[in-house]
């Protein structure tokens, strides 16, 4: 399985701030998938990257909220823009073809 | 529409004895189904999966889930819990291709000294 690390691992971020969330894989890969888990809850997709086109985004999420980069085959960051308490998540990375593995996670809490 | 069920919000076990945690699926064509494992500020772990074949799935840390097919669940086991078992379970499968999955609500398994 591939390693995945995740920057920040936590965050405490103002309303109305931005926060750009990192996640590098130790291989090449074709696609990333990132997820929000909001407080309680299960994990929802929000966008899946692929690399040299724009992400795919879920129904509930769009481009100017929730922009992706995915400049190479082994990293891609997630920007959570214009935040509200309501962003308040644990977003998580993943990468697989049969499987997917997750990253660490990174646990944001708005103010 | 493609759906995993977690019955149960919470299972209360105790160490040593036999652990379930309940997955029913609603899903086309042949169901994937995955477990997976997700300890206090951690990550989310892979613990086992099922793509075809033998019905009963065995996994990381012990841990084995059995697809039934004709009652659409998968239900995951441990012959005996460890407290260290105790964490968030969630069950999944793939949505529009099999890298996009979508999740159970997730059970919280308790298991007790």
């Known amino acids: 399985s591939a390693v995945i690390s995740q920057k920040p691992s936590r965050d405490i971020c103002q309303r109305g701030t931005s926060l750009t969330i990192q996640c590098q894989v130790d291989?090449?890969?074709?696609?990333m998938f990132w997820y929000r888990q909001q407080p309680g809850q299960s994990l929802t997709l929000i966008a899946t990257a692929n690399q040299g086109s724009e992400a795919t985004y879920e129904s509930g999420f769009v481009i100017d909220k929730f922009p992706i980069s995915r400049p190479n085959l082994t990293f891609s960051t997630l920007t959570v823009s214009n935040m509200s308490p309501e962003d308040s998540s644990i977003y998580l990375c993943?990468?697989?073809?049969?499987?997917?593995?997750f990253g660490p996670g990174t646990r944001l809490t708005v103010l | 529409a493609q759906s995993v069920a977690q019955p149960e919000d919470q299972v209360n076990v105790a160490e040593g004895n036999p652990l379930t945690v309940k997955c029913t699926y609603s899903?086309?064509?042949?169901?994937?189904l995955f477990w997976y494992v997700q300890y206090p500020n951690r990550g989310l772990q892979f613990l086992l999966k099922?793509?075809?074949?033998?019905?009963l799935v065995k996994g990381s840390y012990g841990f084995e889930a059995e697809f039934n097919k004709s009652q659409t669940s998968f239900h995951l086991k441990k012959p005996s819990a460890l407290v260290s078992d105790s964490a968030l379970y969630f069950c999944a499968a793939p949505r529009g291709g099999y890298n996009k999955l979508i999740f159970g609500a997730g059970t919280r398994l308790a298991v007790h000294p």
């Open positions: 993943s990468v697989g073809r049969d499987t997917q593995y």
């Open positions: 099922y793509i075809t074949g033998d019905n």
């Open positions: 291989s090449q890969v074709t696609m």
């Open positions: 899903v086309s064509g042949n169901p994937y």
